[in-house]
């Protein structure tokens, strides 16, 4: 016996197919809104069913006979559900959908609801996918996005993420774009100001391990001089302390400095792998004869 979804679903698909033409009692438009919401229903059924596989397809059906009838609201809508649908089952078509979804925002000019879109696939990408080059680049695309619509706070949400996982990725000149991004933004405000600090740090790192350490003294400097209450602070002081023991090829006092600052200021994982990186890199060089 077949579910109600199925059912449903059997019921939209003959409700489409009967679409072409024009009778005198009703015209095709009318036939593609009526199996557009057969398949939202057939959809809602296999989600109550647990059947999030079928219940994405129907939803994607159902933003099909809206997009006949040039509804492209509610060809998003459905497209965002199919995406929440999938998630749960297969995050790819998940992504396809809200890309899907993206592409229709954008001609109705909703950019807002476009990025929370695309962050929504940097989440996915990076959590359900593992693909973490492509969540970068949803966030980045967020984050344009965003501020393009003068929502700061929002954007500097996304680049701090993109930020982390360029660094992860070892892209560490976009990672240092991003970061000092960041800061710059945020320095325009009392409400973000407090976060600089850490954003100049991540950004210091990132150069570090970049292997110049020239530029990031340079950098460190220019830090200070944007913002001049940073040459005070423990993060500071720490990036040029490690930079000299990295300059002198010293990991001993490379690792004593870690250990302080750690012992202080908790070091999250991010730091720690960045920092482990670096390590790596002074034990690799060269000695000097």
Same mark, same amino acid.
């Given at each position: 016996?077949?579910?109600?979804?199925?059912?449903?679903?059997?019921?939209?698909?003959?409700?489409?197919?009967?679409?072409?033409?024009?009778?005198?009692?009703?015209?095709?438009?009318?036939?593609?809104?009526?199996?557009?919401?057969?398949?939202?229903?057939?959809?809602?059924?296999?989600?109550?069913?647990?059947?999030?596989?079928?219940?994405?397809?129907?939803?994607?059906?159902?933003?099909?006979?809206?997009?006949?009838?040039?509804?492209?609201?509610?060809?998003?809508?459905?497209?965002?559900?199919?995406?929440?649908?999938?998630?749960?089952?297969?995050?790819?078509?998940?992504?396809?959908?809200?890309?899907?979804?993206?592409?229709?925002?954008?001609?109705?000019?909703?950019?807002?609801?476009?990025?929370?879109?695309?962050?929504?696939? !940097? =989440?996915?990408?990076?959590?359900?996918?593992?693909?973490? &080059?492509?969540? /970068? %680049? #949803?966030?980045?695309? *967020?984050? @344009?996005?965003?501020?393009?619509?003068?929502?700061?706070?929002?954007?500097?949400?996304?680049?701090?993420?993109?930020?982390?996982?360029?660094?992860?990725?070892?892209?560490?000149?976009?990672?240092?774009?991003?970061?000092?991004?960041?800061?710059?933004?945020?320095?325009?405000?009392?409400?973000?100001?407090?976060?600089?600090?850490?954003?100049?740090?991540?950004?210091?790192?990132?150069?570090?391990?970049?292997?110049?350490?020239?530029?990031?003294?340079?950098?460190?400097?220019?830090?200070? !001089? =944007?913002?001049?209450?940073?040459?005070?602070?423990?993060? &500071?002081?720490? /990036? %040029? #302390?490690?930079?000299? *023991?990295? @300059?002198?090829?010293?990991?001993?006092?490379?690792?004593?400095?870690?250990?302080?600052?750690?012992?202080?200021?908790?070091?999250?994982?991010?730091?720690?792998?960045?920092?482990?990186?670096?390590?790596?890199?002074?034990?690799?060089?060269?000695?000097?004869?």
């Amino acid at each position: 016996m077949s579910s109600q979804g199925e059912q449903l679903k059997a019921k939209a698909q003959k409700k489409a197919a009967s679409s072409s033409g024009f009778s005198f009692f009703s015209s095709s438009s009318t036939k593609f809104e009526e199996a557009h919401d057969l398949y939202q229903s057939a959809a809602n059924a296999f989600k109550m069913d647990n059947l999030h596989q079928q219940a994405g397809e129907c939803f994607c059906l159902a933003a099909e006979m809206a997009l006949r009838n040039d509804e492209k609201d509610d060809a998003a809508n459905d497209f965002w559900a199919a995406s929440k649908a999938y998630k749960k089952s297969n995050p790819e078509l998940a992504v396809a959908a809200l890309q899907k979804t993206i592409q229709l925002y954008k001609e109705k000019g909703r950019f807002r609801q476009a990025a929370d879109r695309h962050k929504e696939i !940097a =989440a996915i990408l990076q959590q359900e996918g593992g693909d973490l &080059a492509g969540s /970068l %680049e #949803a966030y980045e695309a *967020a984050g @344009d996005i965003y501020m393009n619509e003068d929502a700061a706070a929002s954007a500097n949400a996304c680049y701090k993420e993109a930020a982390e996982l360029a660094g992860t990725l070892g892209q560490y000149p976009r990672a240092v774009s991003l970061f000092e991004r960041v800061a710059s933004q945020s320095l325009g405000s009392a409400l973000t100001r407090y976060g600089v600090k850490e954003h100049y740090l991540k950004a210091g790192l990132c150069w570090l391990a970049t292997g110049d350490v020239v530029s990031t003294k340079r950098a460190v400097d220019s830090y200070c !001089a =944007a913002d001049p209450s940073f040459a005070t602070t423990r993060e &500071a002081k720490f /990036l %040029e #302390a490690i930079a000299d *023991a990295f @300059d002198a090829g010293d990991a001993e006092e490379y690792t004593a400095h870690v250990a302080e600052y750690d012992r202080l200021t908790k070091l999250d994982a991010w730091k720690t792998a960045l920092l482990l990186t670096i390590k790596r890199s002074i034990a690799e060089e060269p000695a000097l004869t």
